[in-house]
C-alpha cells in the first residue's frame, strides 16, 4: 500500500475491443518498459459505456500487465454521478489523464468529478472537447484537418501516425504454423473472423459455416479456421450455434462445439461431420499462416492490412437495427416498435456518407480489400470467396498491401511527448 501511495495516477479511458487491444495495450506496454515510469505510474484502466463495446473488456484488460486496475462501465458510472468509490480506488488530485477510445468528453467530467487537477491527453480519429487536452494524438493529415475545420486548436493536434500499427506483434513464423496445422504445400490457408460483439457473432458465425461448407466442397485445396476474438466466449459461440438454420434473412447451418482429451474446445462441427479448427491465441500467433482472411469492419481490418493478408470485408446491412450508430439515435432501439423502424432508417441515411466499410480502403479512399456492404446473401460471400481465390486475385490484393508502410513508431512518440511534458510540468 505504501508503494501505491508514492506512484502517481495514469488513468486511460477505453470504450471497444478495437481500442483496448491496439490502443490501450502498446501504451501500457510502452509505459511498462520504461523503468523510471513504472516505478512512478500506477496505471487505472477505465471501460466507459459506449455503444461499440463488447461488453468483456473489462475482462480482458485485467489480464494485461501493468494495469493495476480496471474500472468496468457500471461502476464508473457510479463514480461519475454519485461519487461512490473515489475513496475506494484512492484517485491522486494530480496525475494524467488519457483517452484511449471513445468520446473525449468521459475525461473532462471524471477529472470534475473527482475534483482532480489533472493533465489530459488523447489519441482519437474524432478529436473534441480540445480546450480542457493538453495535446491530441491523431492518425495523419487527414484527421488534422478535418479537426480543424471542426475548431480544434492546431496547436493542440500532434499527428504520430497510427497507433495500430504499434500494437502488432509477430509470434510465430509461417513454416511452423502450416506444420503445427497439418496443411500440406498444396493447402491455402482461410481463416474466418466472425467478430467481438455479441450481435455479430449470433448473427454471422451460423452464416459463416454455411459459407465454409459450400467452399471446402468447391475448393479442395482450401483449408478453414476460426479466428475466436478474447472478446468472445464459447458460450456466446455456443448460443449463436445453436442459432443456425434460424435466420430469416440468409441461409446459415447450425453446429455443435467439439472438446478435445483435455476438455477444451478445439473445433466446431456441422454438416454431416465437418470440423473447423478454434484459433484462439490470434493473428500475433496465426497471421503469418492465412493466406486470405474473411471478416467483418473494424479495426482488425487495418491490422489485416499491416501483416499483408488479403481479405474480404463483409458488412450486411441486413439487420440494420443491430448496428450501433453514435449519438442519440443509438437509444432509439430501447423504444417500443416505431424506435426500430426509426433506427432503420437513421443507419442508413448515416452509412450513406461511407463509400467503403473498411478502414484500409477508408484511409486510402479506394478499394484495397474487396467488400460485401449492403443487403447480402450468403451465396454472396461464398461466390466472392470462390471468384477471388480460383483466379489468385488475392495476391493482388496481397501486392496493393504494401502501400501500407508506416514510417513512425506511434507510440514511441506519444509516450515521450505525455511524460516529457509531465517532467517539465512537474509530475516527474
Same mark, same amino acid.
Given at each position: 500500500?505504501?508503494?501505491?501511495?508514492?506512484?502517481?495516477?495514469?488513468?486511460?479511458?477505453?470504450?471497444?475491443?478495437?481500442?483496448?487491444?491496439?490502443?490501450?495495450?502498446?501504451?501500457?506496454?510502452?509505459?511498462?518498459?520504461?523503468?523510471?515510469?513504472?516505478?512512478?505510474?500506477?496505471?487505472?484502466?477505465?471501460?466507459?459505456?459506449?455503444?461499440?463495446?463488447?461488453? /468483456?473488456?473489462?475482462?480482458?484488460?485485467?489480464?494485461?500487465?501493468?494495469?493495476?486496475?480496471?474500472?468496468?462501465?457500471?461502476?464508473?458510472?457510479?463514480?461519475?454521478?454519485?461519487?461512490?468509490?473515489?475513496?475506494?480506488?484512492?484517485?491522486?488530485?494530480?496525475?494524467?489523464?488519457?483517452?484511449?477510445?471513445?468520446?473525449?468528453?468521459?475525461?473532462?467530467?471524471?477529472?470534475?468529478?473527482?475534483?482532480?487537477?489533472?493533465?489530459?491527453?488523447?489519441?482519437?480519429?474524432?478529436?473534441?472537447?480540445?480546450?480542457?487536452?493538453?495535446?491530441?494524438?491523431?492518425?495523419?493529415?487527414?484527421?488534422?484537418?478535418?479537426?480543424?475545420?471542426?475548431?480544434?486548436?492546431?496547436?493542440?493536434?500532434?499527428?504520430?501516425?497510427?497507433?495500430?500499427?504499434?500494437?502488432?506483434?509477430?509470434?510465430?513464423?509461417?513454416?511452423?504454423?502450416?506444420?503445427?496445422?497439418?496443411?500440406?504445400?498444396?493447402?491455402?490457408?482461410?481463416?474466418?473472423?466472425?467478430?467481438?460483439?455479441?450481435?455479430?457473432?449470433?448473427?454471422?458465425?451460423?452464416?459463416?459455416?454455411?459459407?465454409?461448407?459450400?467452399?471446402?466442397?468447391?475448393?479442395?485445396?482450401?483449408?478453414?479456421?476460426?479466428?475466436?476474438?478474447?472478446?468472445?466466449?464459447?458460450?456466446?459461440?455456443?448460443?449463436?450455434?445453436?442459432?443456425?438454420?434460424?435466420?430469416?434473412?440468409?441461409?446459415?447451418?447450425?453446429?455443435?462445439?467439439?472438446?478435445?482429451?483435455?476438455?477444451?474446445?478445439?473445433?466446431?462441427?456441422?454438416?454431416?461431420?465437418?470440423?473447423?479448427?478454434?484459433?484462439?491465441?490470434?493473428?500475433?500467433?496465426?497471421?503469418?499462416?492465412?493466406?486470405?482472411?474473411? /471478416?467483418?469492419?473494424?479495426?482488425? /481490418?487495418?491490422?489485416?492490412?499491416?501483416?499483408?493478408?488479403?481479405?474480404?470485408?463483409?458488412?450486411?446491412?441486413?439487420?440494420?437495427?443491430?448496428?450501433?450508430?453514435?449519438?442519440?439515435?443509438?437509444?432509439?432501439?430501447?423504444?417500443?416498435?416505431?424506435?426500430?423502424?426509426?433506427?432503420?432508417?437513421?443507419?442508413?441515411?448515416?452509412?450513406?456518407?461511407?463509400?467503403?466499410?473498411?478502414?484500409?480502403?477508408?484511409?486510402?479512399?479506394?478499394?484495397?480489400?474487396?467488400?460485401?456492404?449492403?443487403?447480402?446473401?450468403?451465396?454472396?460471400?461464398?461466390?466472392?470467396?470462390?471468384?477471388?481465390?480460383?483466379? /489468385?486475385?488475392?495476391?493482388?490484393?496481397?501486392?496493393?498491401?504494401?502501400?501500407?508502410?508506416?514510417?513512425?513508431?506511434?507510440?514511441?512518440?506519444?509516450?515521450?511527448?505525455?511524460?516529457?511534458?509531465?517532467?517539465?510540468?512537474?509530475?516527474?
Amino acid at each position: 500500500m505504501e508503494q501505491i501511495e508514492k506512484k502517481k495516477d495514469l488513468i486511460i479511458f477505453s470504450n471497444g475491443p478495437g481500442e483496448v487491444s491496439t490502443w490501450v495495450l502498446p501504451v501500457v506496454e510502452a509505459v511498462q518498459k520504461r523503468k523510471n515510469l513504472s516505478h512512478q505510474y500506477r496505471i487505472i484502466l477505465i471501460i466507459h459505456p459506449c455503444q461499440f463495446a463488447s461488453g /468483456t473488456e473489462y475482462l480482458v484488460a485485467k489480464k494485461f500487465d501493468g494495469v493495476e486496475t480496471v474500472i468496468g462501465p457500471k461502476e464508473y458510472l457510479k463514480i461519475l454521478f454519485t461519487g461512490f468509490g473515489k475513496k475506494k480506488f484512492r484517485f491522486k488530485r494530480e496525475g494524467i489523464l488519457f483517452s484511449l477510445g471513445g468520446d473525449l468528453m468521459h475525461p473532462v467530467l471524471f477529472n470534475k468529478r473527482i475534483k482532480g487537477q489533472y493533465t489530459l491527453y488523447a489519441y482519437t480519429n474524432n478529436p473534441g472537447w480540445d480546450r480542457h487536452y493538453e495535446k491530441i494524438f491523431i492518425r495523419s493529415e487527414y484527421i488534422k484537418d478535418k479537426s480543424i475545420k471542426r475548431g480544434v486548436s492546431n496547436q493542440k493536434l500532434y499527428i504520430t501516425g497510427d497507433l495500430v500499427y504499434s500494437s502488432l506483434k509477430f509470434h510465430r513464423k509461417r513454416e511452423d504454423i502450416r506444420s503445427m496445422l497439418d496443411l500440406s504445400q498444396e493447402q491455402s490457408m482461410l481463416a474466418f473472423m466472425p467478430g467481438s460483439r455479441d450481435f455479430e457473432v449470433m448473427y454471422m458465425l451460423p452464416v459463416f459455416l454455411k459459407v465454409i461448407d459450400v467452399v471446402t466442397d468447391r475448393l479442395k485445396d482450401v483449408k478453414a479456421f476460426l479466428i475466436k476474438s478474447p472478446y468472445v466466449s464459447f458460450e456466446l459461440i455456443k448460443r449463436a450455434l445453436s442459432k443456425g438454420g434460424e435466420i430469416k434473412e440468409v441461409e446459415s447451418i447450425a453446429g455443435t462445439l467439439v472438446q478435445s482429451e483435455q476438455g477444451q474446445y478445439r473445433a466446431i462441427e456441422f454438416s454431416k461431420g465437418k470440423r473447423i479448427r478454434i484459433l484462439e491465441e490470434g493473428l500475433e500467433y496465426w497471421g503469418k499462416g492465412i493466406d486470405f482472411a474473411v /471478416t467483418l469492419p473494424g479495426t482488425n /481490418t487495418i491490422q489485416l492490412a499491416y501483416r499483408k493478408i488479403p481479405s474480404l470485408v463483409v458488412a450486411p446491412l441486413n439487420k440494420p437495427e443491430l448496428i450501433p450508430v453514435e449519438g442519440i439515435f443509438g437509444f432509439l432501439k430501447w423504444i417500443p416498435w416505431i424506435g426500430k423502424v426509426i433506427l432503420e432508417k437513421a443507419v442508413f441515411h448515416y452509412l450513406k456518407k461511407f463509400q467503403y466499410a473498411s478502414l484500409p480502403n477508408m484511409y486510402v479512399n479506394e478499394e484495397i480489400f474487396p467488400e460485401l456492404f449492403g443487403i447480402i446473401q450468403t451465396s454472396d460471400i461464398t461466390d466472392k470467396i470462390i471468384e477471388i481465390l480460383e483466379n /489468385t486475385e488475392h495476391k493482388k490484393i496481397k501486392e496493393k498491401l504494401f502501400r501500407f508502410k508506416p514510417d513512425h513508431n506511434p507510440v514511441g512518440l506519444i509516450v515521450q511527448e505525455v511524460f516529457d511534458a509531465a517532467v517539465e510540468q512537474g509530475e516527474n
